[in-house]
């Protein structure tokens, strides 16, 4: 018998931010089509406080699910699921660590979020061997370190409850992981596969591109399918960034033109830069921004465009410079390293004049 999951986490619900309910109702109907049941990963709401005002319309949302729903807590709402609070009769809170829970033949244990939990403590009260562990926190290991190092730069707390390779590395068939939000992450160790479903709401900036959650299939105890479902209703962050140099004004504004119509979608938000130099006045170059912005605001969610420019004014008229600039723009390098050589050079000539 095939055994069937949707994995999330990190809803961070919000009283201001009600369309994080809507991805809730989109993905407990998806569970409810295509699953046995549904693993909530940690950080269901953004903090305790929310989750005492948005309990009962959170309840009202689970109440219609016809298959279970196993939450373990997360950092941010570790308080939230007291015997007092009612979620609905389809909802397990696993929120003993660790916690044991059997489903359609396969053993689940759950370690959630506490003050100063330690992982690796925890695995050792487990004298079984799980299908399923599913915890909510920081995977420490060289090989993913885009994982640890956005959690070290967003969390005040770094390094709480870490997880390393040796804690699970053949000790469970899947590991349900919340906390980590850019991006859906999926990596094996061995027998072992590791997923972060990544938000599926764009929680921040930092939440680039299509926004999922996880279907995993059990086709035995040691064998899960895993496939990406995408949360076709989020909304989500696109970065673009474009470096400027004298001389080139018109072709990076032709560039961002043509970028942000390839971009251009409903479900979109473009967080744009630009950076480098110009030669002609900044407040032209901006104007211009601002026009092609204007022009394609309509066509995405949210638009944003940044500049950091800087302006060499009557520095770059000197015959020297202009034909350092001219020779250093046929020079096939990056662009940032092209901006650097550009700045360190007249930094350097302008030590000199003094």
Known sequence: MVVKFIHTADLHLRRDEPFGLDVLSWIVSKAEKLADALIIAGDLFESDVEASFLRSKVRSIFDKS??????????????????????????????????????????????????????????????????III?????????????????????????????????VEGKTTYLALGHYHSSFTEFNLNETCVVYPGSPVATSKRCIGQRYVAFLSFLSKKKVKVEKIAVDISPYWERCEWMVFPGKEKDVLDRIEKDLQRLASGKVMLDGRVKGSVGISEGEFKENIRKIKESKGDFFKKIEICCEIKNWGELVKRPILSLFIEK?????????????????????LDKLRR
């Open 66 to 131: 016809k298959v279970p729903i196993l939450i373990v807590p997360g950092n941010h709402d570790y308080l939230s699921y007291s015997v007092q609070a009612d979620y609905g009769k389809n909802v397990i809170v696993l929120k003993d660590s660790p916690s044991f829970f059997e489903f359609k033949g396969l053993k689940i244990v759950a370690i959630p979020f506490q003050p100063d939990s330690d992982f690796s403590q925890c695995m050792k009260k487990i004298n079984l061997e799980p299908q």
């Open 135 to 167: 915890t909510h926190g920081t995977f420490y290991d060289r090989l993913f370190p885009h994982i640890y190092k956005e959690v070290e730069e967003e969390e005040e707390i770094a390094e709480y409850m870490p997880i390393y390779r040796w804690d």
């Open 328 to 348: 250093l723009g046929t020079k096939n390098i990056d662009e940032k390293i092209r901006d650097r050589a550009l700045e360190l050079t007249f930094s350097a």
